[in-house]
């Protein structure tokens, strides 16, 4: 049986957990609102103050949706009590960002400068010249975000520029050597 899957979600203080028909699940908290419609198939009960998901039969396709189902559920609760971030180092000689209102710009060594609009729900913070931080209660949209940002100059393996993840270890390759 599912590990993951059998697990109760524990509901924290504050937060609201309601599965509507067809398991649209709506989980308020002290940072928002997430709705998300989750596979039909699984049965998901709210009981006292935990959520439990069970599975209708043992075919894989079930036992693979059921896991699932608990974590989507577990990373909503944990986005409207903590949030999410994720933490991306711009690193190069002349590269920086900076932002202004919802607009983050960012000075890669292209001819131009890359901007780019905070989407619904997402916001971008930069400290200093070289540290950008995705906040957001949606742990999908924050990934999508740090990783499209990311895209913009990904990291090379031979001085270690661009834009990586503060977690993110770059393996270095070895240049050139002259002729002898």
């Known amino acids: 049986m599912s590990r993951i ?3 109760p979600i524990a509901i924290p203080a504050g937060v609201t957990v309601e599965v509507a028909e067809n398991n649209k699940v709506t989980v308020k908290g002290p940072k928002g609102t997430l709705v998300r419609v989750l596979p039909a198939e699984m049965e998901i009960k709210v009981e ?3 959520v439990v998901v069970s599975r209708p039969n043992d075919l894989k396709k079930m036992k693979s949706l059921h896991g699932l189902t608990r974590t989507l559920i577990n990373n909503m609760v944990i986005g409207v009590t903590a949030g999410y971030e994720k933490k991306l180092e711009v690193n190069g000689v002349g590269y920086r960002a900076s932002k202004s209102g919802k607009k983050l710009t960012l000075n890669l060594g292209y001819s131009h400068p890359v901007e780019m609009e905070d989407p619904e729900g997402i916001e971008a913070v930069v400290e200093g010249q070289n540290i950008i931080i ?6 999908e949209k924050v990934g999508q975000f740090a990783a499209e940002i990311r895209d ?6 031979y001085k270690g520029k ?6 993110e270890t770059i393996r270095r390759k070895v240049g050139k050597t002259g002729k002898k």
């Open 5 to 7: 899957g059998r697990m």
């Open 134 to 139: 995705v906040k957001g209660i949606d742990k």
């Open 162 to 167: 661009g834009i990586k993840y503060a977690d």
């Open 48 to 50: 006292g103050a935990a």
């Open 152 to 157: 913009k100059r990904r990291p090379e393996p």
